[in-house]
């Protein structure tokens, strides 16, 4: 088994809940500097040539970071990241995806039509860029107020993968100079147990 | 239990997999195009302002089709549609999520900033509107030559969510004027397979 990775913060969330699981897998570094998650070799693995990819003994191929954290939660089951009966399962499943859907991809259009990085990958629309980085403090504003209830996490009393994503949303955003807004302090605090968990050092 | 439902693919999704689960639940029609889902009542059930939305008989709320989904899942476990073992259940996990952010996502896009209907909601980009647009075709193409291997599914040999999920990609590309292009054999196969699926008249 390998896992294919680098920088960018979807190699980082699977990291990250390897080292919560306890696993070690070997590793390949991508360098997404040098263009290798676009080399043939690469796009062999994985089509849209994009990291992380896992790769099975028998050379099966799993691509997306969910999903790679989903083949390892039924693989090594404890601790369950990804909630434990049907409803906290459903929880994990939304909160994930709300952190996905409001958060991550609002962080990402500022990234994608703004960064240097992507200019050669996509037509750019910066002004697009402007709006979506205007967003994004209302965004954590949101979860703010869904956190007031006092929970530690995100779906409810555990630690889960849906932390994970929208832990690595707050990494990502402070790259790319938008802290989350210090008056936020339901987010802060959450954000504060989040990222002192040893694992954030993956 | 109650399942706020209206308009779009998101309901139209959930509504599918009940269906192929056998499930029948009591449905609530939230009028999109009056607005209701925008309503403090509905804003209450969910703070997005989304549709669909369950609600279960203590009350707790699951948003988010996919997260509804997976609920009927663990509850009602046959046929499995997320697949029925690790490797099968991070298949259908990495389908999912390339269908939705290769395709749906592009789609979407093209919606968000170019309908009538969200004119009021964002701030439209019509050109980012025409770029995606123009990129829909390409990524049917990209769809067409993962399924050249001739499997029947997304995932492999069983129908499975992201069936569903690409399926309905399919009928959204049509109503906003983007067929899947003829040419593209193994996408036209597979949209025959799954929309002939007694389910897709839910």
Redesign the interface.
């Known amino acids: 088994m390998k896992l294919y990775q680098g920088m960018g913060p979807n190699s980082y969330r699977v990291r990250i809940f390897l080292r919560e699981k306890g696993i070690d897998v070997p590793m390949v570094e991508v360098d997404f500097a040098k263009g290798e998650h676009k080399a043939p070799v690469f796009l062999e693995l994985n089509?849209?040539g994009q990291i992380p990819v896992?790769e099975?003994d028998d050379g099966?191929i799993?691509?997306?970071s969910?999903?790679?954290c989903?083949?390892f939660e039924?693989?090594h089951p404890e601790p369950p990241l990804f909630g434990s009966?049907?409803?906290s399962?459903?929880?994990v499943?939304?909160w994930n995806?709300?952190a996905e859907?409001?958060i991550f991809g609002t962080i990402g259009n500022v990234a994608l039509h703004s960064d240097a990085l992507f200019k050669d990958r996509?037509?750019q629309?910066p002004?697009?860029a402007e709006?979506e980085r205007q967003a994004v403090p209302r965004k954590w504003a949101?979860l703010d107020?869904?956190l007031a209830d006092g929970r530690p996490f995100l779906a409810g009393e555990s630690f889960s993968v849906a932390d994970i994503t929208a832990g690595v949303c707050g990494w990502l955003s402070e790259i790319f100079g938008m802290e989350i807004p210090a008056d936020l302090k339901n987010v802060q605090r959450w954000n504060e147990r989040v990222r002192g968990r040893p694992s954030w050092n993956a």
Request: glycine residues 0%; neutral net charge.
């Open positions: 089509s849209l896992l099975l099966a799993v691509t997306e969910v999903a790679i989903r083949y039924e693989t009966d049907a409803v399962r459903a929880k499943e939304m995806r709300r859907l409001v996509l037509t629309f002004a697009f709006t949101w107020q869904e």
